[in-house]
């Protein structure tokens, strides 16, 4: 009895793990084919999280102010972590990963060399006084929400 009691809790952990969806930040829309951001809102040197949604799900990306000055975008999400779905969240000059506690400097150019927990890097560009995210960016990264 004591068995099934234990197994029974540890299905109903598992599954509401499982069933998380991620967070809601500041809900962003895609317009022509693209997301578009205006740069003063996110160049400032800090960390901004924003949510696309795609067929019901969030899609968490957030936008940094390197220590070059360069507007850099990941997902809100890493390669070993995604599936906890806890993303990330800003510890005074870091962003670490809620789930391992692994720190990203938020000056540094780049995160890719932790290992599986970086960031997943998106491909942004700048058109005037705006940074753009292609929505197919967005729509593929999906599976990791």
Not at 103 to 114: G, L, Q, R, T
Request: proline share 1%.
């Amino acid at each position: 009895m004591v068995r099934r009691t234990v197994a029974l809790a540890l299905v109903l952990l598992l599954g509401w793990g499982c069933a998380r969806s991620a967070p809601v930040h500041v809900k962003v829309a895609a317009a022509s084919g693209v997301v578009r951001l205006d740069r003063a809102l996110v160049d400032d040197g800090r960390v901004h999280f924003f949510t696309y949604v795609h067929d019901g799900k969030n899609v968490n990306f957030l936008v940094r102010t390197d220590g070059k000055g360069r507007l850099q975008t990941h997902l809100d999400a890493c390669y070993a972590c995604f599936k906890y779905k806890l993303g990330f969240v800003v510890e005074n000059d870091d962003l670490v990963c809620v789930a391992c506690r692994l720190a990203y400097a938020i000056e540094d150019e780049f995160w890719d060399f932790i290992g599986a927990c970086a960031p997943i890097s998106i491909h942004n560009s700048i058109d005037g006084r705006t940074l753009v995210v292609d929505e197919r960016i967005l729509v593929d990264a999906a599976r990791y929400f």
